[in-house]
């Protein structure tokens, strides 16, 4: 009953748990401080798709807010994380989560 | 379909409510200004000052669950007046370690105290938030200013490490938390507590069962993640190692009360979440977190690290006590205080020392009984709350806990969790030993600081966890009588 | 508010705060050796005077009284509330009144030591964690004294903690009684369950008119884990091994702690609890046994043993069991009558042994001021020691007429009249008896060799007489070691219409009934006295003649006598190596073999016993923290799956 090829509610959800699942894998596979912090940011806006789908579908602007919420704050994780990152390449010179190990056990 | 009438009559009335929070806002403001104007020296007294005020304010403020703030956004009745003094409480306790560690290490950064602000501010939302998204906001807030303490020393390899792993750890949880709210807004169409626990919406879940684990799963996950409960709990001894220590201690115990109350009002206050299987993952990493937390914290050579691992054992303890409807969450609240008081005691404690003993490897604090035997005989008290003997106050956290699991009919954890504890006896005592029985040549200072503001601190909070240990009436009595209020408290939208 | 019966309480714990304070304030005070040990003394002495009143005014009406309302949640109010009743005022007289003799006598034991204050701040407070154990009214403030009192010896026995030995002793002690404590709280989290409330005195009600029958086996669970929790603080097999390592302590706290009260706290709370147990009839069966197997284990062992406290440590395992097997036996009153004549003979015993170890030293008489084996003839030189020591050895012999007679013959009578209805009985009693036997044998063998015979110590090391200080807490623990027996007569005089005790505790304490077997077969009652009579002054007249005739070297002619076994009892029955071997070492063979070794083990070598297996899994577990980024997202991400597979699915 459903057409595969016309966009609706369950592709837009689709689309934004592929995108989630894509960053979660991104994250765990990539070494690159800067590439796995971009992969969160993909999964952030996993949620922002899901969250505007979700809105239309109730016909409720609650969801639509809570995007703009989620997109600010994603900014100021960028200010916060970037500056850590950076401060890591000043000591070490390179960003390789791997090699951030001092501490373990 | 829940359309909010604007009102200016209604703001003003929900303004005078969430006075407290404005408190903490206009206060972080102004500690930014004077820091530009360059005041630094007065910082941390304004913010002292701002906590104290804040909780007064809320203090006074108590009121019947339900009244509600910004629209339905916040609970500003109930065990939110509370809850949010001891929050600021967490924050004032942790000034008092802060400015002397600050100096000690010759990095003068004046706007931790901004920060410090700013994070009992998301907490406090966070905690008394009577909506999803409020709930995110909170959370943010509180855990952008904790990726910040993390890194604090930008110069030091190890405060660059704790900060990068917090914060990509961190954020990768709130995505999960923030799916997990996306999805549950997606079946009933709102995020709303008050909604939300209406009966239709509960028919909705009733509908949508598999979507609904989904959101739930990953929404506890996310809180899960901050409370550090096994398997999510990675971050911690990592992050608390490399964080300034007053600040691990401020990390330790306010962000994890804040999370937790937001975790029991979820559990407690919305009638899908009680919901057995939630209930029995909540239970099962109750578990496993204090089996692992103590077990493996008795490997550790390091105390900060020792201190880290001993946190996450006792989230597990109240993680169990919040399995234990109403009475659970009373014991909760009471045994954060008093957690509050002993870890802020010990990490703070431990900061004093640092630079004298540096690493806080517990090899160094050999023979410290005779060195600075004041010192030592406070710490081995922290530790000792902590460990649970009577009659200090963290054994009347414990039995609170234990008490309200029991009368549950949940025998069997509370079983594991005494038996877990008692490891937990094994690792602080270590410590005390190192302290006390072994030998070192010499003695010198009573006591290994400088500054009386610590020492102010430290004695306030042996005072304190001795006192509550005899008297827990005084912060358990406030607490019930807060609760008490909370089961007629499905509360009625303006 | 503040009665009279709350300094009881209060007191000693006021003592403790200010010497303690006080001496970690100012270094003056710490100086003020007379003030310090009279102010101890006096906090104690002014409750046994209030105990003292209120025992001889007692009218059959407890006394309770209240400091205040600790604790309301949801129903079950604890407050710090206190009875004074038929069980407790006895016990309280005893550890009031021997404990004030000790704080006395420790003023002249502890003379000069630099830590003069702390040791009578511990005392002091010893006295109030253990007056909150005896007085309390409901469980929790009971838990709260028996921490208390754990915490104290765990302090006291690492006094001298420059000794790395003592520290670990210290441990030892704690950690063992940790696994009591374990015990306690489940049974009271089972107490709570089972009848809603932790107050004594509802317990006993309840238990007393069981209504349900199936409640006979949740009872089992109750009363065996306070019996295992009993076994951690009163020394028995498994959990005894701490006692004698306890020894490192100063004397008087040995004779104090380890000897007169705290190690008999396990045995009070049983009688406290007295109706749970007689419903439960299996458990008593199992305390019996184990308390059998322990008493002849530790007297055995005390047999073999050189070092004069280890001796008396060995022996006070021993009669513990001895207690323990009248609880076995369902005479609850027996056991707490054995508790106040061991009380003073063994505390008269151990400040004696302290009085000659003091005198050792004194003199550098020796290598080793503890090794009988380098005394010998002391009794020259100290005549109130030696003549209070041989009273006690008498007394704890046995000797009819002494304390020890009265209480020994009672348990072994109880035991042997419990056989006409089980007669595993008889064969306990039979293990009994050879124990009285060896009792007599060693004690004869500890005071001969210390006090008369040849003198092994150093030729021109001058032994004196200890201070009247220690002298006089000696001859009043002695005169009571020979008095104190009156209070109970035999069953056979007037048909127990002397037992005064058991009069005095009747109300509260019911014993298992054996009026039946004791009317029935009341011709045993004759032969048990009279083999009581032969027994133990034959035993007593036996080891003298043997150690007077040989002097030391009739060691060798008991070591003749066990032949191999010699070996196993020298050994104390190798329970330490045992708990290493099947423990400790597997574990610690797993983190050192298996996975890396351990990075450093310096700090880990304070460590023992039980605390080792647990580092051993923790050793496991911690290689999850990898410190990889990676490492955590992936273990975070199989979390979160796992937690949504058992939530769609599960």
Known sequence: MMDFFTPNVYSYLAVSALMFALGAVGVMTRRNGIVVFMCIELMLNAVNLALITFSRMHNDPAGSILVFFVMCVAAAEAVVGLSIVLAIFRNKLNIDINQVNIFKW | MNSFPFSIAELALSSQYVLPLLILLGAGLLL???????AAKFLPWVAGAAFLLSAGVAWTQGAPAGRLAFFGMMETGGIAPIVHAFLCLSGLLTLFFLSDYLDRHDRHISDVYALLVFAVLGMSLMA??????????????????????AALFKTELKSNEAGLKYFLLGSFASAFLLYGIALIYGITGTTNFSLLASPERIEIIQSQQTVFYVGAGMLLVGLLFKVSAFPFHFWTPDVYEGTPT???????????????????????????????????VVGLASLLTMIYGNIVASRQQNIKRMLAYSSIAHSGYVLLGLCASQSGMEAMLFYMFIYTLMNIGAFGMLGMVEHDYPDTELENWRGMGQKAPLFAVAFSLFLFSLAGIPPLAGFMGKYEIFIAVIREGLLLPAIVGILASIVGVYYYLRVIVV????????????????????????AILVVLVLVLGIFPSLILNPITQALSGLSQATAVLP | MVSLESLIVLLPLLGAVIIGLGGLANAAFRKQEGLIGWLASAMVLIPFGIVLTRFFGYQNMPLSFSLFSWMQAGGLDISFSYKLDDLSLPMMLVVTGVGALIHIYSIGYMHKDPGFYKFFAYLNLFIFAMSNLIMADNLVVMFLGWEGVGLCSYLLIGFWYTDMIKAEAAQKAFIVNRIGDFAMLVAMFLIYQMFGTLDF?????????????AAGNRYFWITLLVFVAATGKSAQIPLFTWLPDAMAGPTPVSALIHAATMVTAGIYLIVRLNPLFLASPEVLMVIVVIAALTSVMAALTAIAQNDIKKVLAYSTVSQLGFMFMALGAGAFTTAI?????????????FLGSGSVIHAMEHAHAAEDPQDIRTMGNLGKDMKSTSLTFWISTLAIAGIPGLAGFFSKDEILSSLFFNGFENQVYFAVWAVGLFTAILTAFYMTRLAWLTFNGKARYKTGA?????????TIPLWILAVLAVLGGYIGLPYLIGHGEFHLFNHWLGDLVVNRDLHHALEEHAVFEYLLLALAFIVSIGTVLFARNLYSKHDLAADDKVKGFFGKFYGVMAGKFFWDELYDTILVRPFAWIGSKLLRPFESDGVDGIVTGAGSAVAGIGEVFRRLQSGLVSNYMVLISGGVLLVLTYLIFG
Do not use: W
């Open chain 2, 32 to 38: 930014m200004l004077l820091d530009a104007f360059g």
């Open chain 2, 128 to 149: 008394n938030a009577h909506d999803l998204i409020m709930t995110f906001i909170g959370l943010e807030t509180m855990s952008m200013c904790l990726y910040i303490f």
């Open chain 2, 246 to 280: 007053p600040l691990a201690g401020f990390m330790a115990t306010g962000s994890k009360m804040a999370t937790f109350v937001a975790l029991g009002t979820l559990m407690h206050q919305l009638d899908m979440f009680q919901n057995t299987k939630l209930l029995s």
């Open chain 2, 435 to 458: 302290m006390f029985f072994s030998k070192s040549g010499e003695t010198s200072a009573l006591l290994p600081s400088a500054s009386r503001i610590p020492l102010a601190g430290a």
């Open chain 3, 201 to 213: 005195s509802l317990i006993n009600a309840e238990a007393a008119n069981p209504v349900a029958e």
């Open chain 3, 337 to 349: 009558f054995h508790v106040i004549t061991h009380a003073f003979f063994k505390a008269c015993l």
């Open chain 3, 462 to 470: 001058h032994i004196h007489e200890s201070a009247p200080l220690m």
